[in-house]
């Protein structure tokens, strides 16, 4: 069995304020396929600056749009392979 092994990058920015945190969640996998989410996290104006939890959120929510991504390409790939093929003329 062949072992493969993808890597995600995680690109996190804050606005000056630390107001909102954007997450992009990048993923290329070995037939050069790129995938990418981008997601964000924005503070209540009534909370105090927690950078780490903005982190959390808007990382969570760009990889949950990944995995979305991923299986919806999946369950595209196995329809395909589904499909009866056509016959040639």
Avoid: C
């Avoid at 920015?13 to 992009?24: G, K, P, S, Y």
């Avoid at 808007?58 to 919806?72: H, I, M, Q, T």
């Amino acid at each position: 069995m062949q072992a493969k092994q993808w890597n995600v990058q995680i690109f996190i920015n804050e606005d000056d304020d630390d107001d909102v945190t954007t997450a992009r969640a990048v993923l290329f996998t070995r037939d050069g396929k790129r995938h990418e989410s981008v997601a964000y996290a924005r503070r209540n104006p009534s909370d105090r600056p927690m950078p780490e939890i903005g982190d959390e959120l808007a990382v969570g929510r760009a990889l949950s749009d990944l995995a979305a991504k991923l299986l919806e390409d999946g369950a595209e790939d196995v329809a395909q392979m589904a499909a009866p093929a056509r016959p040639s003329r």
